[in-house]
């Protein structure tokens, strides 16, 4: 079996704090703007006028970040979101980035 990182934090008898991971969405030429702000009201949780800015810094700058969560709930979100699109038929693609 592999030791994880919190195994060896348990054998220096501390625990340091567990990796968080950015989720972020990229930009494409066709998921709809609107779709894009509910998932980021409904996934994310922000408020309405924070997720317009995000998606609006997304469709200019390319990429853009959403949330920083542990790797689990990161992943999960990450789910939620890829599974959304590929419901509703748009290519959004959403990605994790392991932080510290
Ligand atoms: N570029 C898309 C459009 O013009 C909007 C968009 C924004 C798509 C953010 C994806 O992550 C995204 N309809």
Request: proline share 5%; glycine share 6%.
């Amino acid at each position: 079996m592999t030791a994880t990182r919190s195994d060896a934090a348990v054998v220096r008898g501390k625990l340091s704090p567990p990796k968080r991971c950015g989720v972020f969405l990229l930009n494409d030429d066709y998921t709809p703007m609107d779709f894009v702000v509910d998932v980021l009201t409904d996934i994310f949780l922000m408020p309405q006028q924070q997720a317009v800015a995000v998606m609006l810094a997304v469709h200019h700058q390319g990429k853009g970040l959403c949330g920083i969560y542990s790797r689990d709930i990161a992943e999960t979100k990450r789910q939620q979101v890829m599974q959304l699109a590929a419901a509703a038929g748009h290519p959004l693609l959403c990605t994790l980035e392991e932080l510290s």
